[in-house]
């Protein structure tokens, strides 16, 4: 059965600290992508890693670095957390669309959601 | 740029009853769509796909959608609401150079009444 963990599901930031959030999948998936869920915007893209040591920047990726280091974790690094990226962040993985079409009808399975609250 | 309209923020309905959630694609070419469900605290599920073939799509938990590209719409259905249909619904459409990212709607959520 696939699956897609994050390692908090609560996090509670003061401004200014750095925060790492953590996302492992087990289904040897060379894509791995990060959104961030607010009301009323649904899910923009913030970072995506086609395989080890790549990534793409999203849609909104400022204020916001990655690390892939191992193909089973992409992790999600916010330099210096602000009130405003308080907000819900998904992990998802894929297999690869890098070469030809396959993999654009390859399903993303999500994670269960870290929700960050920074003060 | 591709982008996923949900007119619909909330919808309520009664149990038993029928069940249309509205989404509008713009896309240029033959749109890679998708229908994920999340329920309260969860991540998202993938109810149902479309990329070609028959326009009309089942999905789990007795979904169904249809693609009509005249109208540039994949407006989910079920014939009969249950109490365990109450979550959040979103749209998506595949988008980027490689098919590299999905782009999704605002959602819409479903509330069921008994």
């Known amino acids: 059965d696939v699956k897609v963990t994050q390692s908090s599901r609560y996090l509670v930031k003061r401004t200014g600290e750095k925060v790492f959030l953590e996302c492992v999948q087990d289904?040897?998936?060379?894509?791995m992508f990060w959104y961030r869920q607010d009301p009323g915007l649904g899910l923009r893209l913030i970072y995506f890693s086609y395989d080890v040591k790549m990534k793409e920047k999203g849609d909104i990726p400022e204020g916001y670095s990655v690390s892939r280091e191992k193909k089973e974790r992409f992790s999600l690094i916010l330099e210096s957390a602000s009130t405003n990226q308080t907000s819900m962040y998904l992990c998802?993985?894929?297999?690869?669309?890098?070469?030809?079409?396959?993999?654009?009808?390859?399903?993303?399975?999500f994670g269960p959601g870290t929700r960050l609250l920074v003060l | 740029a591709q982008s996923v309209t949900q007119p619909d923020i909330h919808i309520t309905v009664s149990e038993g009853a029928s069940l249309e959630l509205r989404c509008n694609y713009s896309y240029g070419a033959t749109p890679y769509l998708f229908w994920y469900v999340q329920s309260p605290g969860q991540g998202l599920q993938l109810l149902l796909k479309y990329f070609s073939g028959d326009t009309l799509v089942q999905g789990i938990k007795g979904f169904e959608a249809e693609f009509k590209r005249s109208q540039s719409s994949f407006n989910l259905r079920k014939p009969s609401v249950h109490w365990s249909d109450a979550a959040e619904y979103f749209c998506a459409v595949v988008a980027g150079e490689y098919g590299n990212k999905l782009v999704f709607g605002a959602g819409t959520i479903l509330r069921v009444k008994s």
């Open positions: 289904m040897d998936h060379e894509n």
């Open positions: 998802a993985s894929r297999v690869s669309s890098r070469s030809g079409t396959s993999g654009l009808q390859e399903t993303q399975y």
